[in-house]
């Protein structure tokens, strides 16, 4: 797990991600996106997040004020953090909210932002089982390439890529519970970060590491505790 990188915004010159083995940074500048993949269709629960207004991570709205996403999409004390939510086009269509509080699980890579408007429905439905072996989706907007920085090929429509579960008790970036997965038709990169997984129509996690190549960590929201987490802070 140790070579895997967090897939959180896309904005520095060198666009590396940060290694998992070191303390995620103040102001995460490297997201990820799908690699491989095609473009998604009938998804209205994704959130595009912006930090300062800059591409940075996906995410998706779970109640009327309620967005998921990573805590290292939204390490900084000091950035605005703003959403396009329920558009598969991240320049357009949706709805334009505005954070006014993050809430960081203490242990996993998992926050809760709270926004000032009230969104639309659907929002995303979460937990399924989920098995070794069983094919999941991953949906994002980030990095389509490998071969040049990560903000040149960020993608304008939401991405979906099919991948296989590796383990139901790998680690994310914080050392929580995770999802492992490998490549079927695509992989997560730099601003796919904080996106979902779902697992027969449900949210089951988060986007957290990839290796950009053929393995993914999504923390696991089927995971008891996370769960309740959810369920306490943001009432669903």
Not at 35 to 62: D, M, W
């Amino acid at each position: 797990m140790r070579v895997l990188t967090a897939i959180a915004g896309a904005f520095l010159a060198a666009l590396s991600l940060a290694p998992v083995a070191s303390a995620a940074p103040d102001e995460p500048d490297m997201s990820p996106m799908i690699i491989g993949g095609s473009y998604a269709s009938n998804f209205p629960y994704a959130a595009r997040l912006f930090a300062n207004g800059r591409e940075n991570c996906s995410a998706t709205k779970i109640a009327p004020q309620w967005i998921l996403t990573a805590e290292h999409c939204v390490a900084s004390s000091t950035a605005r953090y703003t959403f396009r939510a329920g558009s598969l086009d991240q320049t357009s269509g949706g709805q334009l909210v505005t954070g006014d509080r993050v809430i960081k699980h203490p242990s996993a890579d998992l926050a809760l932002v709270h926004v000032t408007t009230s969104m639309s429905a659907p929002f995303s439905p979460l937990v399924n089982p989920v098995s070794v072996g069983q094919t999941v989706q991953l949906y994002g907007w980030g990095a389509t390439c490998t071969n040049q920085p990560e903000i040149n090929c960020q993608s304008r429509y939401l991405k979906v890529a099919n991948t296989r579960v590796t383990s139901t008790n790998g680690r994310d970036y914080r050392g929580g519970v995770a999802i492992s997965v490998q490549r079927v038709d695509g992989i997560a990169a730099g601003g796919d970060s904080g996106g979902p997984m779902f697992a027969n129509g449900r949210q089951v996690g988060v986007a957290s590491t990839s290796d950009r190549a053929t393995r993914s960590n999504y923390t696991s929201i089927n995971h008891t505790p996370y769960r309740n987490w959810i369920r306490t802070t943001a009432g669903v």
